[in-house]
């Protein structure tokens, strides 16, 4: 999962060289810390979340596949 | 974007060595001459080299079904992007995703995977874009067939809301689901139809009128 949104993020940001992803595994869930340039803030997040939501809807379909669930942490 | 600089004898020389290099055809780059070259005197003193810059011109539609098609790939999602060129012009382009056992998963529920999908690829493309570029995302007639089970619904709870005579509340959904329901209802004299609440909870409405 952290591939799908590490390439996501670089694709729509500006500085792709800024990303970074972190995998946390927890007992059943796994989360996803993205974080990216100061300026490229709002390109990850969209307007009211918008972006964000895509990307952790998209994250989801991507662990539903292994049978989990995935949370995406944006800092 | 692939871009390179190349020398050779000749400027037309040069073109076509970068265009064997890339991969690419004539009209899928720009070309900016750096140095015309010269052949010099005789050909022995003074040559020079032809420079060149190639770069690859953006194209919507080839962007988008390689960014599409990395991401499954990358989710390890066994499903094919399509390009349905009759649908695709110099304004949008269509993608439809093929395959046999993971369709479901990229669809989601009620097509929520697939919008998300077909939003992602939309800021990707424009991002690198002046005019807006229309990016729709299918699967085998996923969209065609929603409407048609929205519309079946529309008209079974008018005719609910009509025959008990009180408001039928819907579930939540996105807004072009909504807009289909509506466009639906407003052939029917007996009812009308509204939405209310806020995104994405936002719920359609459908009334009786009393004639």
Redesign the interface.
């Known amino acids: 999962m952290q591939k799908v949104v590490e390439f996501i993020a670089k694709s729509i940001v500006d500085n792709p060289a800024e990303v970074e992803v972190n995998r946390i595994e927890n007992n059943k869930s796994v989360t996803v810390e993205l974080s990216v340039a100061e300026d490229d803030m709002g390109k990850v997040i969209g307007r009211r979340g918008r972006i964000a939501k895509a990307i952790r809807t998209v994250a989801n379909a991507a662990a539903a596949k292994q049978g989990s669930k995935v949370k995406v942490d944006i800092k | 974007m692939k871009s390179i600089k190349v020398e050779a004898k000749t400027v037309e020389k040069a073109v076509e060595k970068a265009l064997l290099e890339l991969e690419l055809d004539r009209d899928e780059v720009e070309i900016e001459v750096i140095e015309e070259g010269s052949k010099g005197l005789l050909g022995l003193i003074g040559t020079k080299d032809a420079v060149i810059k190639v770069t690859e011109i953006f194209n919507p539609v080839k962007e988008g079904k390689e960014?599409l098609q990395?991401?499954l790939d990358?989710?390890?999602?066994n499903v094919q992007v399509e390009v349905m060129e009759s649908e695709t012009n110099e304004e949008q382009v269509v993608f439809n995703l093929k395959g046999e056992k993971?369709l479901g998963?990229?669809i989601?529920h009620r097509g929520?995977?697939l919008?998300?999908?077909q939003?992602?690829t939309s800021?990707?493309i424009n991002?690198e874009l002046e005019d807006y570029f229309r990016v729709l995302l299918d699967a085998e007639g996923y969209r065609e067939r929603r409407k048609e089970t929205l519309e079946r619904l529309a008209e079974r709870l008018a005719t609910k809301a009509e025959s008990k005579q009180r408001k039928v509340v819907l579930e939540p959904m996105p807004p072009h689901e909504r807009r289909i329901i509506h466009i639906k209802l407003k052939e029917n004299k007996n009812v009308k139809s509204y939405s209310e609440g806020k995104?994405p909870y936002r719920k359609v409405m459908i009334e009786p009128l009393n004639n």
Request: aromatic content about 14%; hydrophobic content about 50%.
């Open positions: 960014f990395t991401l990358k989710a390890n999602i993971e998963l990229v989601g929520e995977t919008d998300a999908l939003y992602l800021i990707f991002k995104e």
